[in-house]
C-alpha cells in the first residue's frame, strides 16, 4: 500500500527556518517524480515545488523560489522541502505527493497519492 507521512513543521517567527520531511512507503521511490503542495486557510490548494525523479531538475511558484529548497535523497527513500526566510503568507497545510511518472507537472491530478499534510505556522 502507497504511503506518504510528513514530519516537520510547527510555529516559527518570521523571518525563521523550517524543514519538512517526507517518508514514503509501498513504492519505488526512485521512479517518481514528487511535490509539495500547500493548502492556506480559505485559498486553493497550490504547488509549492516539485522535483523530478532522479533529481536533477526542480520547480518552485514564484512565491517562495529563492528561499524554499526541494531535495530527495533516493537511497534514504527520503523527501524535504527546506523554508527560509519564513512569511505570515506561507501559513498553510503542507502536504507532499507522488506524481505519476518520473517528471513533476504542475497540475493537481498528475499526482496520485498525497500524504495528509503537517502544518506550518508562521507569526510574531
Known amino acids: 500500500q502507497e504511503k506518504l507521512v510528513e514530519s516537520g513543521g510547527g510555529l516559527v517567527q518570521p523571518g525563521g527556518s523550517l524543514k519538512l520531511s517526507c517518508a514514503p512507503s509501498?513504492?519505488?521511490?526512485?521512479?517518481?517524480?514528487m511535490g509539495w503542495f500547500r493548502r492556506a486557510p480559505g485559498k486553493a490548494s497550490e504547488l509549492v515545488a516539485a522535483i523530478s525523479s532522479n533529481g536533477d531538475s526542480s520547480y518552485y511558484t514564484d512565491a517562495v523560489n529563492g528561499r524554499f529548497t526541494i531535495s530527495r535523497d533516493n537511497d534514504l527513500d527520503t523527501l524535504n522541502l527546506e523554508m527560509n526566510d519564513l512569511r505570515p503568507e506561507d501559513t498553510a497545510l503542507y502536504s507532499c505527493?507522488?506524481?505519476?511518472?518520473?517528471?513533476?507537472?504542475?497540475?493537481?491530478?498528475?499526482?496520485?497519492?498525497w500524504g495528509q499534510g503537517n502544518r506550518v505556522t508562521v507569526t510574531s
Open positions: 509501498g513504492f519505488n521511490f526512485d521512479i517518481y517524480a
Open positions: 505527493a507522488k506524481s505519476g511518472g518520473p517528471r513533476f507537472s504542475r497540475a493537481p491530478h498528475s499526482y496520485d497519492k
